[in-house]
């Protein structure tokens, strides 16, 4: 799942740059346009420009469109990949615990043996104890960074 979400990531990290860059030339070269036909004295230049300024305007309102979605994309991923880093985390956590023995201390021999597994056991935990606490460290804060701009 994380894979079909990097992927669509990647896809439109591609699309926006690719967007960017064609769009602001066709934005550059309607701005030229007009200008050239505002200079050169046109009967409706008062609605060139403001055309101009609606194209302008439109194009910052899709670059910041673009920009929040890649923000989303972005957080979905990091949030999907701490729930994926959790639940294989669990996975091992409930492995390590079905190889506890359930009959403990029946003789010495028995003891012996448990206390070695145990010491295995509990650097094997003291690893997953590591685990957790880098997965508690990238836990998701909330809202995401856009969310957060536009609510100040």
């Given at each position: 799942?994380?894979?079909?979400?990097?992927l669509?990531?990647?896809?439109?990290?591609d699309?926006?740059r690719?967007t960017?860059?064609?769009?602001q030339?066709r934005?550059?070269?309607?701005?030229?346009?007009?200008?050239a036909?505002?200079?050169?004295?046109h009967?409706?230049?008062s609605?060139?420009?403001?055309w101009?300024?609606?194209v302008?305007e439109?194009w910052?309102?899709?670059?910041?469109l673009?920009?929040t979605?890649g923000?989303l994309?972005?957080?979905?991923?990091e949030?999907?990949?701490?729930?994926?880093?959790?639940?294989?985390?669990v996975?091992?956590i409930?492995?390590?615990?079905k190889e506890?023995p359930q009959?403990?201390?029946?003789?010495?021999g028995?003891?012996e043996?448990f206390h070695?597994m145990?010491?295995a056991?509990e650097?094997d935990i003291?690893?997953?104890?590591?685990q957790?606490?880098?997965?508690a460290y990238?836990?998701?804060?909330?809202r995401p960074?856009?969310?957060?701009r536009r609510?100040?």
């Amino acid at each position: 799942m994380t894979d079909s979400v990097h992927l669509l990531r990647d896809r439109f990290r591609d699309f926006a740059r690719d967007t960017g860059v064609s769009g602001q030339e066709r934005v550059d070269q309607v701005n030229g346009t007009i200008d050239a036909l505002i200079s050169a004295g046109h009967s409706q230049a008062s609605a060139l420009a403001d055309w101009k300024d609606a194209v302008n305007e439109s194009w910052a309102d899709l670059l910041e469109l673009i920009d929040t979605r890649g923000q989303l994309l972005s957080a979905s991923y990091e949030l999907l990949k701490y729930f994926d880093d959790g639940k294989e985390l669990v996975v091992q956590i409930h492995e390590k615990q079905k190889e506890l023995p359930q009959d403990v201390g029946e003789d010495f021999g028995k003891a012996e043996t448990f206390h070695r597994m145990h010491a295995a056991f509990e650097r094997d935990i003291t690893s997953l104890d590591k685990q957790l606490g880098v997965l508690a460290y990238r836990r998701p804060t909330g809202r995401p960074r856009w969310e957060r701009r536009r609510r100040l």
